[in-house]
């Protein structure tokens, strides 16, 4: 059985541009929620997604915004990127909202310049 | 001050001793809580849940929680070198969902 699969391993941005990151959960795992890990934050929980719809949303701007498909596949975008956001963003899923067993993807390591 | 709490580290033992990993939150309300390893360059797996009051064991993992005094552990018997990796915290509060709040992460290292 495949794991959660993110895409792309590695971005490089500079500064005002945007990103959209990807997620493809483990098969038949509907809720897909967002982290963002920093050596000084920690991780961070970003927004959580169940039925193409977002059930939470953590303490980010709205620069940080996400969506899911009906095939469970969720993308998450940063617009105007700032060099604080430089993170390794993981994408976690689950069967369902609740579910709390969380499946990590490798993540997507975004340095912005 | 944040709302999960840990000691950075690194903690420091040698192979066979136990390991003992240890964890505050400040949510009252609280009910559900996990222990995650991250290997270097790795994603957070889970290693351990525990809902109730009391210790829950698995295998060489014991998790140990305490409501009344807002504080978890882990406790890692005959420790390995290969379980050397950073433990972090978590809580889901009150919330429902999968929002957890995470600490800051403890790094393990255990010497042969």
């Known amino acids: 059985k495949a794991g959660v699969t993110q895409t792309p391993r590695y971005l490089i941005k500079t500064r005002g541009q945007q990103v959209t990151l990807s997620c493809s959960p483990i098969?038949?795992?509907?809720?897909v929620s967002w982290y963002q890990q920093t050596p000084g934050q920690g991780l961070q929980f970003l927004f959580e997604y169940f039925s193409e719809t977002q059930r939470n949303k953590g303490n980010f701007p709205g620069r940080f915004s996400g969506r899911q498909f009906s095939n469970s596949r969720s993308e998450m975008n940063v617009s105007t990127l700032e060099l604080g956001d430089s993170a390794l963003y993981l994408c976690?899923?689950?069967?369902?909202?609740?579910?709390?067993?969380?499946?990590f993807g490798s993540g997507t390591q975004l340095s912005v310049l | 001050q944040k709302e999960v709490e840990q000691n950075s580290g690194p903690l420091s033992v040698p192979e066979g001793a136990i390991a003992s990993l240890n964890c505050t939150y400040s949510?009252?309300?609280?009910?559900?809580f996990f222990w995650y390893r991250q290997y270097s360059g790795k994603s957070p797996e889970l290693i351990m849940s525990i809902y109730s009051n009391g210790d829950k064991e698995d295998g060489r993992f014991t998790a140990q929680l305490n409501k009344a005094s807002q504080y978890v552990s882990l406790l890692i018997r005959d420790s390995q070198p290969s379980d050397s990796a950073t433990y972090l915290c978590a809580t889901s509060g009150t919330r429902a969902g999968n929002m957890l709040t995470f600490g800051g992460g403890t790094r393990l290292m255990v010497k042969p």
């Open positions: 976690a899923s689950s069967f369902r909202p609740g579910d709390e067993k969380l499946f």
């Open positions: 098969s038949g795992h509907r809720s």
């Open positions: 949510d009252r309300g609280s009910q559900s």
